[in-house]
C-alpha cells in the first residue's frame, strides 16, 4: 500500500511536538497494513474514515492500494470539519 499525504496533513504534522508527532505517524504506518481497524469509524456525508489519536484525529481514505490522509488535526476542533467541507466542494 502507498502513502498519500494532503499538503494540509503534512504543514500540521509540521507544527506538532516530538511526542504527538511520533505517536500521529505511528498510527499513520500502521493504517498502511490495517487501513480500518476497530476503532476507526467512517465519516457522515463523506467517502472518509477517522481514527483518533490522543487529541488528534486522522481523516484518511483507502483508493485501490493507496492510503491518502486527508487531514490531520485536533479531534475536538470545528477547523477540520471546515476544511473538509472546502475540500469536498
Same mark, same amino acid.
Given at each position: ?55 488528534? /484525529? ?5 483508493? #485501490? ?12 476542533? #470545528?477547523? #477540520?470539519? /471546515? ?5 469536498? #466542494?
Amino acid at each position: 500500500m502507498k502513502l498519500l499525504l494532503s499538503k494540509v496533513a503534512r504543514d500540521f504534522l509540521d507544527t506538532l511536538p516530538p511526542k504527538q508527532f511520533r505517536q500521529v505517524v505511528t498510527t499513520v504506518f500502521r493504517l498502511l497494513s490495517e487501513p480500518y481497524p476497530h476503532d476507526s469509524k467512517q465519516l457522515r456525508g463523506y467517502p472518509y474514515h477517522r481514527v483518533d489519536i490522543g487529541e488528534y /484525529r486522522v481523516v484518511y481514505e483507502v483508493e #485501490g492500494d493507496d492510503l491518502r490522509v486527508v487531514l490531520i488535526g485536533k479531534r475536538n476542533d #470545528g477547523e #477540520g470539519y /471546515r476544511i473538509l467541507k472546502r475540500i469536498k #466542494g
